[in-house]
């Protein structure tokens, strides 16, 4: 019984060391039999391995024998394992008096020089046993959560399609006596089904109620499945498909317009230092020459900035609120929380998508069956969410610009101006309802709202005082003049069709010499 015993527990050994020798990359050279009076006469098995590092004037060794022992020489100030990441092996090892611990050769003569350990050495060649010896193969390197998840979203779907028809088929193909069979099986059992469906029901509630936190800086509580770290490598490969797209059309870093934009990001990055979100990332600014309006920032930091947007705004002022809004999308990690609605939504289309094509007699009027339930999840879940987030983060983008000295009642008169330039040009108005952002009316109204508030974290913060126009009301006048010069005569249509608004009590700080001598000030 003890040599079944020692060769049970040689062998659960060696499996453990096996499983951390893969998890470090290592290589474990020999194992190693030992006693000494300073272990109270224990006999212990030490593993020697060698590490990937080139350095070999470190050796590790996996000891075997009793915990109180090992606590001589491991503590958990002690990080001596072959990665600091793997200190729950050791943790582990510690907690028992048969799993292995793990000791370095370095650090037990150092601390017995300290006199913090008892005087011990290992034992001559001679008392030493030579057990085996084996390699590790390098770890493999999982892919990231939300990758597999984008990756077997459509076969999901495809899945629950397949699954739904096949029942339709298979229903179809049964002869009546042995339909009303299942019926009758079915009324029997109606409690026992009413019961599953009620379990089912129970633990997804209790998986939406045990994934919840709060929002950074607004202690909102969402549902949040993946986590930033979840997101890194997916930034990575989002970021790699923007710069190949825009690879011919990125501005050099000597462009008046990418120094601006670096300078703004820079200065509200560090006026908002405090804010630990903000503090983990190094932003990196790409200003791409294109003429449309608008501005991302990526969860990694990556923040891109279309010249279209350097030309819709009048002054610094909006320019530093439109960035602040973007660094705050990445600040309270919207990303992962969309992904996460998306993701708890996604188990519940897939249920009733089976059931529209078990349930539909015919194929067509199961895709239109498919359509509706996409649509009414589309309108009814995903966008007011997304106008949920952009209104949060036109909060705390507005936060982050009156913390950097920003003139904050710029902030609505830019939404107001991008609504007076579609309605000039024609263009037609979404409804709100089927938009994923706020109308620009909206906005600027929620704005007004938020920028009192503002203005008293600006006064906090010891900002200079503000110029006495306040740029709403100087843009009301610019619009009131517009106005009553459009009735006295056509207004000014350019050859391209599109009205052109000039605002005349309104001075465009523009072009970017004149910004950039605004933040040197």
């Not at 992904?339 to 289309?349: C, I, K, R, V």
Request: aromatic share 10%.
């Amino acid at each position: 019984m003890a040599a079944l015993g020692a060769s049970r527990l040689v062998a659960r050994n060696c499996a453990l060391i096996r499983l951390t020798s893969l998890s470090n990359g290592g290589t474990c050279i020999n194992h190693y039999k030992f006693s000494s009076k300073a272990f109270n006469e224990w006999r212990h098995q030490v593993i020697k391995c060698q590490p990937w590092s080139k350095s070999n004037s470190q050796r590790c060794y996996f000891m075997i024998g009793s915990s109180k022992c090992h606590r001589h020489f491991i503590s958990k100030s002690q990080e001596c394992f072959l990665n600091v990441k793997n200190t729950e092996i050791g943790n582990v090892a510690q907690s028992s008096s048969v799993r292995p611990s793990i000791f370095s050769e370095k650090w037990l003569k150092k601390d017995a020089l300290s006199g913090t350990l008892p005087p011990w050495k290992l034992q001559n060649v001679a008392d030493v046993q030579f057990l085996r010896s084996f390699h590790g193969s390098p770890s493999l390197k999982a892919a990231p959560v939300p990758i597999l998840w984008m990756i077997l979203k459509p076969a999901q779907k495809l899945l629950a399609i397949i699954l739904g028809r096949s029942i339709r088929k298979w229903w179809r193909a049964l002869p009546p006596n042995k339909k009303e069979l299942f019926k009758e099986a079915a009324r029997r059992n109606k409690w026992k089904i009413v019961l599953g469906l009620c379990s089912l029901g129970i633990i997804y509630i209790m998986f939406y109620f045990t994934h919840l936190e709060e929002t950074p800086i607004t202690g909102r509580v969402r549902l949040l499945v993946f986590g930033k770290e979840h997101f890194t490598e997916l930034s990575q490969i989002e970021y790699n498909m923007w710069m190949e797209e825009f690879k011919n059309k990125m501005l050099p870093e000597r462009d008046p317009r990418y120094q601006v934009v670096k300078k703004v990001v820079s200065h509200l990055a560090e006026s908002n230092k405090d804010v630990p979100q903000i503090s983990e990332f190094q932003w990196t600014v790409h200003v791409i020459e294109e003429p449309d309006i608008n501005a991302f920032a990526l969860p990694n930091g990556q923040v891109f900035v279309f010249n279209g947007l350097l030309t819709a705004v009048k002054d610094i002022h909006q320019l530093s609120f439109i960035l602040g809004h973007e660094i705050a999308h990445v600040v309270l990690g919207h990303a992962a929380e969309k992904a996460s609605l998306e993701h708890f939504l996604g188990f519940l289309s897939l249920i009733l998508l089976t059931m529209i094509w078990a349930a539909c007699p015919r194929d067509s009027l199961a895709i239109i069956g498919q359509w509706i339930q996409a649509k009414f999840q589309e309108l009814l879940f995903n966008r007011p969410y997304d106008r949920t987030l952009e209104a949060e983060a036109d909060k705390i983008g507005l936060l982050f610009a009156a913390k950097a000295c920003v003139d904050v009642r710029a902030s609505s008169v830019f939404w107001q101006q991008m609504e007076l330039a579609e309605t000039m040009q024609g263009n037609p108005k979404l409804p709100e309802w089927l938009s994923t952002h706020p109308s620009h009316e909206n906005r600027a109204e929620h704005l007004d709202r938020l920028i009192p508030e503002a203005l008293k974290i600006r006064e906090h913060c010891n900002c200079p005082a503000l110029a006495s126009e306040d740029p709403r009301l100087i843009f009301r006048l610019s619009v009131q003049h517009l106005l009553q010069t459009s009735k006295e005569g056509d207004p000014n249509v350019t050859d391209h069709g599109k009205t052109n608004v000039n605002l005349p009590f309104i001075e465009k700080k523009m072009p970017v010499d004149v910004l950039s001598g605004e933040l040197s000030r």
